[in-house]
């Protein structure tokens, strides 16, 4: 009998598929962090004054803040002077003006990636908005878009084009002052996207983003920002990437999202940033906020998360249900492997009246992961007739991984409804040698197991993504059974 | 000879079990292990389809000439041996459907044939069903989600029919059927009977040999095979117990 455990150690052992490094001049700030570094990036972006000040007061705010260490993960102290807090691709001249004058090997990368922006782009409908490192180098669909009245550009050409959109909107979810990582991104981040959907647009296409972290200790800080005016509607798919280095790099990302009347967002993300190695060198520290605002009446917004990579992750896309009506939707699949920590999960903070929320939780830890939900349902007396259903699901593949669930609830309203559901469950061996006995190979099954489980996830994926993210799973947990 | 095993022994967390089964199965028998409970029964089904911690000690499989014991649990399944469970396994999220076409792809393509399309595999599929007298939500159900016993066992067989194996190994078919699933689990089963295959079931039941008649009947007690005989055999266990059969071998 060939030894199972031994196709594990092969399979384990993969090289991450998207470890490779574009050997691109990067125009980039020496490591550091003060003032002078917050005003470089302003100058450098050619920002308006009200932004400047914006991020100066961020910096402040954040130096006299401390890292939040209340997460269950553990790693070394992040010095954060030995980071570059920006880089830019050097273009030849000036910025491209179609795709046809972005750099071939930037383009060439994309396609590495899964995402040629010429034929993949056109024939799946999907605009893409490719952040590379810190600074848009592409954008598709901009036109169609733009007769649509959608706006969606890198956030510097918003800041450009769009001030009054900007200075209205930012910041307005998630303040600068919100915590350690946010404050940190306000004052420096480089790029990004924005979108802006005008009163009654339902947008034609799927919106989608592609971050990728390139150049060597840098720091990727990038903000979105996306509003849907009265009546409008979008579906927003954000896919990450990153090379594969020894170095810990850090990642802390804003998102925020605001929904007036009768608006819906859909944000999904499938993060597969570098993991580290088997022995849990290296990997992108993701210490990400995510925050949707349901402002209006009737509005509606659902966060849909596949996160397989990073070394670490921190991150709890949440909603704040303002509106009366209002519904917040989290779908999450959570996936540790090897050394890799996720700390992840929800908040649903109620205040209008009957206002509704769904948490789906699914955890998969494998190797010596650590994998934690971590929720918070929050009723304050404004919101009766409030309802949240909760489900945490975790799967355990192998011994030494481990699965952790904090869920919170703070209920201030008596007419509020709270129902939460949550179970553990290991990977059988009676289920995975039903399927050998089947015929099916191991590799196979662990999928098809693994598959069921996210099943109802998945299902909230926009179509072409969820095959994306099926295979994203595979490739990352291959045989992760012993 | 399709089966062969020549004093196997086995055990499970350090414990012996099985303690030299020496038995032969040839094409287009049935044949029936009966037993009292912990006589090894259910080990021995187990270590035949490759259960990897059941630890082989001693002794020799051969399958259609081959070294089974060789052979990792999938490769044997894709050879033609099926083992039907006495517990089949939930897989939520799984689709009854899509395992059993992935089982019978694995199946074609380890013997060198085309991958079925999906028409002609809900065709298949439907055919079967219809001689279970499985109702057709099954085509959308997970894998054994919520089946009630019975609908597990009927699975069983009806997976059993699409994979067509050269011999069928089944664990307790009949147990908890009542008499109307077990007269359809039994036309299912000799709905395959045919001189190139063979089936070995294993049961406590006399019963369920009314209804498939065996050509032999094994007795296995505390890991041996102590008398072996035809149908008769079974009935008379069925009138005296287990006990005199013991009794008999240590006089």
């Given at each position: 009998?060939?030894?199972?455990?031994?196709?594990?150690?092969?399979?384990?052992?993969?090289?991450?598929?998207?470890?490779?490094?574009?050997?691109?001049?990067?125009?980039?700030?020496?490591?550091?962090?003060?003032?002078?570094?917050?005003?470089?990036?302003s100058?450098?972006?050619?920002?308006?004054?009200?932004?400047?000040?914006?991020?100066l007061?961020?910096?402040r705010?954040?130096?006299?803040?401390?890292?939040?260490?209340?997460?269950?993960?553990?790693?070394?102290?992040?010095d954060?002077?030995?980071?570059?807090?920006?880089?830019?691709?050097?273009?030849?001249?000036?910025?491209?003006?179609?795709?046809?004058?972005?750099?071939?090997?930037l383009?060439?990368?994309?396609?590495?990636?899964?995402?040629?922006?010429?034929?993949?782009?056109?024939?799946a409908?999907?605009?893409?908005?490719?952040?590379?490192?810190?600074?848009?180098?592409?954008?598709?669909?901009?036109?169609?878009?733009g007769?649509?009245?959608?706006?969606?550009?890198?956030?510097?050409?918003?800041?450009?084009?769009?001030?009054?959109?900007?200075?209205?909107?930012?910041?307005?979810?998630?303040?600068?002052?919100?915590?350690?990582?946010?404050?940190?991104?306000?004052?420096?981040?480089?790029?990004?996207?924005?979108?802006?959907?005008?009163?009654?647009?339902?947008?034609?296409?799927?919106?989608?983003?592609?971050?990728?972290?390139?150049?060597?200790?840098?720091?990727?800080?990038?903000?979105?920002?996306?509003?849907?005016?009265?009546g409008?509607?979008?579906?927003?798919?954000?896919?990450?990437?990153?090379?594969?280095?020894?170095?810990?790099?850090?990642?802390?990302?804003?998102?925020?999202?605001?929904?007036?009347?009768?608006a819906?967002?859909?944000?999904s993300?499938?993060?597969?940033?570098?993991?580290?190695?088997?022995?849990?060198?290296?990997?992108?520290?993701?210490f990400?906020t995510?925050?949707g605002?349901?402002?209006?009446?009737?509005?509606?917004?659902?966060?849909?998360?596949?996160?397989?990579g990073?070394?670490?992750?921190?991150?709890?896309?949440?909603?704040?249900?303002?509106?009366?009506?209002?519904?917040?939707?989290?779908?999450?699949?959570?996936?540790?492997?090897n050394?890799?920590?996720?700390?992840?999960?929800?908040?649903?903070?109620?205040?209008?009246?009957?206002?509704?929320?769904?948490?789906?939780s699914?955890?998969?830890?494998?190797?010596?992961?650590?994998?934690?939900?971590?929720g918070?349902?929050?009723?304050?007396?404004?919101?009766?007739?409030?309802?949240?259903?909760?489900?945490?699901?975790?799967?355990?593949?192998?011994?030494?991984?481990?699965?952790?669930?904090?869920?919170?609830?703070?209920v201030?309203?008596?007419?509020?409804?709270?129902?939460?559901?949550?179970?553990?469950?290991?990977?059988?061996?009676?289920?995975?040698?039903?399927?050998?006995?089947?015929?099916?190979?191991?590799?196979?099954?662990?999928n098809?197991?693994?598959?069921?489980?996210?099943?109802?996830?998945?299902?909230?994926?926009?179509?072409?993504?969820?095959?994306?993210?099926?295979?994203?799973?595979?490739?990352s947990?291959e045989?992760?059974?012993? | 000879?399709?089966?062969?095993?020549?004093?196997?022994?086995?055990?499970?967390?350090?414990?012996?079990?099985?303690?030299?089964?020496?038995?032969?199965?040839?094409?287009?028998?049935?044949?029936?292990?009966?037993?009292?409970?912990?006589?090894?029964?259910?080990?021995?089904?187990?270590?035949?389809?490759?259960?990897?911690?059941?630890?082989?000690?001693?002794?020799?499989?051969?399958?259609?000439?081959?070294?089974?014991?060789?052979?990792?649990?999938?490769?044997r399944?894709?050879?033609?041996?099926?083992?039907?469970?006495?517990?089949?396994?939930?897989?939520?999220?799984?689709?009854?459907?899509?395992?059993?076409?992935?089982?019978?792809?694995?199946?074609?393509?380890?013997?060198g044939?085309?991958?079925?399309?999906?028409?002609?595999?809900?065709?298949?599929?439907?055919?079967?069903?219809?001689?279970?007298?499985?109702?057709?939500?099954?085509?959308?159900?997970?894998?054994?989600?919520g089946?009630?016993?019975?609908?597990?066992?009927?699975?069983?067989?009806?997976?059993?029919?699409?994979?067509?194996?050269?011999?069928?190994?089944?664990?307790?078919?009949?147990?908890?059927?009542?008499?109307?699933?077990?007269?359809?689990?039994?036309?299912?089963?000799?709905?395959?009977?045919?001189?190139?295959?063979?089936?070995v079931?294993?049961?406590?039941?006399?019963?369920?040999?009314?209804?498939i008649?065996p050509?032999?009947?094994?007795?296995l007690?505390?890991?041996?095979?102590?008398?072996?005989?035809?149908?008769?055999?079974?009935?008379?266990?069925?009138?005296?117990?287990?006990?005199?059969?013991?009794?008999?071998?240590?006089?």
């Amino acid at each position: 009998m060939s030894s199972k455990s031994q196709d594990v150690e092969a399979l384990i052992g993969q090289k991450y598929r998207h470890g490779f490094v574009t050997d691109i001049e990067s125009d980039s700030l020496p490591p550091g962090l003060d003032e002078g570094v917050v005003r470089a990036i302003s100058l450098k972006k050619k920002e308006p004054a009200f932004l400047l000040d914006w991020r100066l007061k961020a910096f402040r705010h954040w130096q006299t803040m401390q890292e939040p260490m209340w997460a269950h993960v553990h790693y070394k102290p992040i010095d954060y002077q030995d980071i570059s807090y920006y880089s830019a691709p050097r273009a030849p001249q000036n910025a491209p003006k179609s795709i046809d004058e972005v750099d071939p090997k930037l383009l060439a990368t994309y396609a590495k990636l899964g995402i040629p922006l010429h034929e993949r782009a056109r024939l799946a409908g999907v605009a893409v908005d490719a952040v590379f490192d810190s600074v848009s180098v592409a954008t598709t669909f901009k036109e169609k878009l733009g007769k649509a009245g959608v706006i969606f550009c890198s956030f510097s050409d918003a800041v450009r084009d769009h001030p009054q959109l900007i200075e209205r909107y930012l910041g307005s979810v998630v303040p600068p002052g919100d915590n350690f990582f946010a404050a940190l991104n306000s004052a420096v981040f480089s790029d990004g996207s924005f979108v802006y959907l005008p009163p009654g647009v339902r947008c034609p296409m799927e919106l989608s983003t592609y971050f990728r972290i390139n150049a060597a200790k840098t720091g990727q800080f990038e903000r979105t920002l996306i509003v849907a005016a009265e009546g409008a509607s979008v579906s927003y798919l954000e896919g990450c990437t990153a090379p594969m280095r020894d170095e810990n790099q850090l990642h802390a990302a804003v998102v925020e999202l605001v929904a007036l009347d009768d608006a819906r967002i859909k944000y999904s993300t499938v993060q597969n940033w570098y993991p580290g190695d088997e022995n849990g060198i290296g990997g992108i520290y993701n210490f990400v906020t995510k925050r949707g605002e349901c402002r209006g009446r009737n509005s509606r917004i659902s966060w849909t998360q596949v996160e397989t990579g990073s070394a670490i992750t921190w991150k709890y896309p949440s909603c704040i249900l303002k509106g009366e009506n209002s519904v917040g939707e989290f779908y999450s699949v959570a996936v540790a492997n090897n050394y890799q920590q996720a700390d992840t999960g929800t908040k649903m903070i109620h205040i209008g009246r009957n206002t509704r929320s769904t948490i789906v939780s699914k955890g998969i830890s494998a190797g010596h992961a650590e994998n934690t939900y971590r929720g918070l349902v929050k009723i304050l007396p404004s919101a009766a007739g409030a309802r949240n259903f909760t489900q945490c699901d975790s799967l355990l593949m192998g011994a030494k991984c481990a699965a952790h669930t904090f869920p919170y609830m703070e209920v201030k309203n008596p007419t509020a409804t709270v129902e939460h559901e949550a179970s553990t469950s290991k990977i059988g061996e009676d289920q995975l040698f039903y399927c050998l006995q089947r015929g099916i190979s191991a590799e196979d099954a662990v999928n098809m197991i693994v598959s069921g489980f996210c099943k109802v996830v998945f299902k909230e994926l926009p179509m072409e993504f969820a095959v994306e993210a099926q295979n994203l799973l595979s490739v990352s947990l291959e045989g992760a059974v012993g | 000879m399709l089966l062969k095993i020549s004093g196997l022994s086995a055990r499970v967390a350090g414990k012996e079990i099985l303690k030299g089964i020496n038995l032969e199965v040839k094409a287009g028998e049935v044949h029936a292990i009966m037993g009292p409970n912990g006589s090894g029964k259910s080990t021995l089904a187990q270590v035949l389809a490759g259960r990897e911690d059941y630890e082989v000690t001693g002794g020799s499989v051969t399958f259609e000439g081959r070294d089974l014991l060789a052979l990792p649990a999938e490769e044997r399944a894709r050879a033609g041996l099926f083992l039907g469970f006495q517990y089949p396994v939930e897989i939520p999220g799984v689709n009854n459907v899509y395992l059993l076409k992935a089982a019978l792809n694995a199946k074609r393509k380890a013997a060198g044939e085309p991958e079925v399309d999906a028409y002609e595999f809900l065709a298949l599929i439907k055919q079967k069903m219809k001689l279970m007298q499985m109702s057709e939500t099954f085509l959308t159900r997970g894998v054994n989600e919520g089946f009630s016993g019975g609908e597990k066992k009927r699975n069983e067989v009806l997976q059993m029919l699409v994979l067509e194996p050269k011999l069928a190994i089944l664990d307790e078919t009949d147990s908890g059927l009542d008499i109307d699933a077990l007269k359809v689990v039994s036309m299912g089963v000799n709905s395959l009977r045919d001189p190139k295959r063979a089936v070995v079931l294993v049961t406590h039941y006399q019963r369920l040999l009314d209804y498939i008649v065996p050509d032999q009947v094994h007795v296995l007690s505390a890991g041996r095979i102590l008398k072996s005989g035809d149908r008769s055999l079974a009935l008379e266990l069925e009138r005296r117990g287990y006990d005199w059969v013991v009794e008999s071998q240590v006089a």
